[in-house]
């Protein structure tokens, strides 16, 4: 089974600063998938970023971007430039690859992110 | 626009009780789920769906069933509702291709007393 650990329950920074989230996971899978998943106070769960295993090259989505190192596990996300709008829980979710099709998302407990005016 | 609607989105409701919360996608997707969330212990899936009549369990899924009689449609039901399933509810879906991200509806909070 896999196991999502994200080990800071909350962060807060100043706007306009960058901030890292981080994550570690554990799993036997060789192929595998790694999302973050923003949950602003409206609930609403909205995909951030994704990064698959067999690839190198660390996703960047705008001010997100992540560090996926496989060997140790772990899978930071980073976000420069701080906005207000950018308050919100923080999942890091991981999905193993199947030949079948989707599969489960596997959840962290999630860092709940304040940045501060 | 592309969906996942969920109703309700609030519910309070007492021990015992049926009750169903409906999920429809408009996306044509084949795979859907449902995740409850609980403070401190993140999304956890309940039950799946990979198609039209094919469900199976999640990590959850006690207290819990589900149907899939359409592609568009994943009810979730508690035949009967007890307060440890009071908790945020999602439903989710997705084309069934390996990394297709999952989108999610809005939630219900369901409150059982």
């Known amino acids: 089974a896999q196991t999502v650990t994200q080990s800071q329950p909350e962060m807060s920074v100043q706007e306009a600063e960058t901030v890292t989230l981080s994550c570690t996971y554990d799993?036997?899978?060789?192929?595998?998938?790694l999302f973050w998943y923003k949950q602003p106070p409206s609930r609403q769960m909205i995909l951030v970023i994704r990064?698959?295993?067999?690839?190198?090259q660390n996703a960047t989505e705008n001010r997100f971007s992540v560090n996926f190192q496989k060997a140790a596990k772990s899978f930071s996300l980073k976000i420069s430039d701080s906005q207000l709008g950018d308050t919100a829980m923080y999942f890091c979710?991981?999905?193993?690859?199947?030949?079948?099709?989707?599969?489960?998302?596997?959840f962290g407990t999630g860092t709940r992110l304040t940045i501060i005016p | 626009e592309a969906q996942v609607t969920q109703n309700p989105r609030y519910l309070i409701t007492v021990t015992g009780k049926k009750l169903t919360v409906t999920c429809s996608q408009n996306?044509?997707?084949?795979?859907m789920s449902w995740y409850r969330q609980d403070p401190g212990l993140g999304l956890r899936q309940i039950y799946y769906?990979?198609?039209?009549?094919?469900?199976d369990k999640g990590d959850v899924p006690e207290g819990y069933k589900v149907s899939r009689k359409e592609k568009r449609n994943f009810p979730l039901i508690l035949e009967s509702p007890s307060p440890n399933q009071t908790s945020l509810y999602f439903c989710?879906?997705?084309?069934?291709?390996?990394?297709?991200?999952?989108?999610f509806g809005d939630g219900t909070r369901l409150s059982i007393l």
């Open positions: 979710a991981f999905m193993k690859h199947t030949n079948f099709g989707n599969e489960k998302l596997t």
């Open positions: 799993t036997s899978e060789n192929n595998y998938y």
């Open positions: 769906s990979m198609n039209v009549e094919v469900t």
């Open positions: 996306m044509n997707h084949e795979y």
């Open positions: 990064q698959e295993a067999y690839k190198q």
């Open positions: 989710a879906s997705s084309l069934n291709r390996q990394n297709q991200p999952q989108h």
